[in-house]
């Protein structure tokens, strides 16, 4: 089972990206699953996570406001509406899924294939 997020690209700063997370070969339909960023040279912090009800969200204090997070269970699929971007959001961005734990923390057990936000100023 795999994950892979899409929709990642090049966006001026105050501009708008959607990211997908897309689950290929099973189901993670009952798993939290939450966002993650590593811009370069720093170390990977947490963005936002829903629980698999999605009726649990948190989101990092630097994205409170402009980041939505939002899951379709039937599609297996959750999303990240990125709004009011800023150059410091660019980074990779990666989905993951987690089946008991934190939400907000980094011991997911499964992650996906990261997908490239650069936000020019």
């Known amino acids: 089972v795999q994950l892979q997020a899409f929709g990642g690209g090049l966006v001026q700063a105050g501009g708008s990206l959607r990211l997908s997370c897309v689950v290929f070969?099973?189901?993670?339909?009952?798993?939290?699953k939450g966002w993650f960023r590593q811009a370069p040279g720093k170390e990977r912090e947490f963005v936002a996570s829903i629980s698999w009800t999605g009726d649990i969200i948190y989101y990092a204090d630097s994205v409170k406001g402009r980041f939505t997070i939002s899951r379709d269970n039937p599609k297996d699929t959750v999303y990240l509406q990125m709004n009011s971007l800023k150059p410091e959001d660019t980074a990779i961005y990666y989905c993951?899924?987690?089946?008991?734990?934190?939400?907000?923390?980094?011991?997911?057990?499964?992650w996906g294939q990261g997908t490239l936000v650069t936000v020019s100023s």
């Open positions: 993951a899924a987690l089946l008991y734990g934190d939400l907000r923390g980094s011991e997911y057990d499964y």
């Open positions: 070969g099973g189901t993670f339909s009952r798993y939290a």
